[in-house]
């Protein structure tokens, strides 16, 4: 944790976390402080990378794509090179969610969102399985979405 963070910054952190859409006089009043110095605290925590980005949740279902799956891949070679021209391939298609190095049985690890078992079947063969370096991959699809995008817990 930053020196740079005092409790006011915390406090305000966990509620913009929980709730974006919080008014500036809303979070002023919830962490006792003055609107203007609240604006300046939300300001240098987004100026400084405390705040990544503040967007909607949409949800998934209402826009016709309810189905949840993680993708292990495991590459041909474990080459900084194959994995840099994986990682750019990767990063071009709209349906990856997430994309994570990992340490194991696989390489990389995926979060798609589709709208249903045809729809992926359709996008691993066509763009999944040629991206560059796959060798293998090995799908699991989600039944039941326990917690998701949970809040940090600090």
Not at 98 to 121: Q, S, T
Not at 122 to 134: N, W
Request: glycine content about 6%; charged content about 25%; some cysteine.
């Amino acid at each position: 944790m930053s020196t740079q963070l005092d409790r006011i910054d915390l406090k305000m952190l966990r509620l913009l976390q929980n709730n974006g859409r919080l008014s500036n006089a809303e979070l002023a009043e919830a962490v006792g402080v003055s609107p203007a110095t609240c604006h300046r605290r939300t300001q240098r925590l987004l100026d400084d990378g405390f705040v990544s980005t503040v967007r909607a949740m949409v949800a998934p279902r209402k826009v016709g794509k309810g189905a949840l799956v993680m993708v292990g891949v495991v590459l041909d070679r474990s080459t900084p090179e194959s994995f840099a021209s994986f990682e750019r391939a990767i990063a071009k298609l709209k349906f990856v969610l997430d994309c994570h190095l990992v340490a194991g049985d696989f390489d990389y690890f995926l979060k798609i969102r589709v709208g249903d078992m045809e729809d992926f079947n359709r996008i691993h063969g066509e763009q999944l399985i040629a991206l560059p370096g796959v060798r293998q991959t090995r799908t699991f699809f989600v039944m039941k979405e326990v917690v998701d995008n949970a809040p940090l817990d600090f």
